[in-house]
């Protein structure tokens, strides 16, 4: 049974830093396309940051420059280290994995079929 569990929310300040992780069981993360993607109350998912299969990234347009997704394949963890929060950045965080797009699902997110439980940050300025 595949599983991903997040971690790393919290409540910081405006122009603070977080990192989350993300940690499989079950499931491999290496070779994989794998992202994180945010939800903002009443509003829709988006997309956020990605990792394919070959190690390339890539990150919605507005957040370039202030978040860095990676991987640790020998703890089959994913991780997204934000800095300079803003308020604009409170969501719920979730990582996922495309098992059915081999190289890369971009950052549409219809194409991550395994998703974890997601975890709060809340920035508060």
């Known amino acids: 049974q595949v599983q991903l569990v997040e971690s790393g929310g919290g409540s910081v300040q405006a122009g603070g830093s977080l990192r989350l992780s993300c940690t499989a069981s079950?499931?491999?993360?290496?070779?994989?396309?794998v992202g994180w993607i945010r939800q903002v109350p009443g509003k829709g998912r988006e997309g956020v940051a990605l990792?394919?299969?070959?190690?390339?990234?890539s990150y919605v347009e507005s957040l370039k420059g202030r978040f860095t997704i990676s991987q640790d394949d020998a703890k089959n963890t994913l991780y997204l280290q934000m800095n300079d929060l803003t308020p604009e950045d409170t969501a719920m965080y979730y990582c996922?994995?495309?098992?059915?797009?081999?190289?890369?699902?971009?950052?549409?997110?219809?194409?991550?079929?395994?998703w974890g439980q997601g975890t709060q940050v809340t920035v508060s300025s």
């Open positions: 996922a994995v495309s098992t059915r797009f081999p190289v890369t699902a971009g950052l549409n997110l219809a194409r991550y079929n395994v």
């Open positions: 079950g499931y491999s993360l290496s070779y994989r396309c």
């Open positions: 990792i394919d299969r070959y190690g390339l990234t």
